[in-house]
């Protein structure tokens, strides 16, 4: 079991950034992959951005080249820096560690104003 808490979320308005963060409560360095997903207001949760031991990462198409995930091992925290936010971007954001099943944080609001 990991915990995961997630910070960093905010109001901000259409073209501005954040960058949230997501602390793990183990070493991060055995968990393969950890995520960023996203769920708004009667919506499914949908994957944002992933990233492996290897520090390969993937992003869903609406946000490549805009968000950015990276991983500090030292520190057990994933970050999702994002930029260029609009207000579609309008989400609970949540962390992922895929290790032993799906663990997740709480989630933290984004809320993008236009």
């Known amino acids: 079991q990991v915990q995961l808490v997630e910070s960093g979320g905010g109001l901000v308005r259409a073209g501005g950034s954040l960058r949230l963060s997501c602390a793990a409560s183990?070493?991060?360095?055995?968990?393969?992959?950890m995520a960023w997903y996203r769920q708004a207001p009667g919506k499914q949760r949908e994957s944002v951005a992933t990233?492996?031991?290897?520090?390969?990462?993937n992003y869903r198409d609406s946000v490549k080249g805009r968000f950015a995930i990276s991983r500090d091992n030292a520190k057990n925290t994933v970050y999702l820096q994002m930029n260029s936010l609009k207000p579609e971007d309008t989400a609970v954001y949540y962390c992922?560690?895929?290790?032993?099943?799906?663990?997740w944080g709480q989630g933290t609001q984004v809320t993008v104003s236009s």
């Open positions: 992922a560690a895929f290790k032993g099943g799906i663990n």
């Open positions: 183990t070493s991060i360095l055995s968990i393969n992959v």
């Open positions: 990233i492996t031991s290897g520090d390969s990462t």
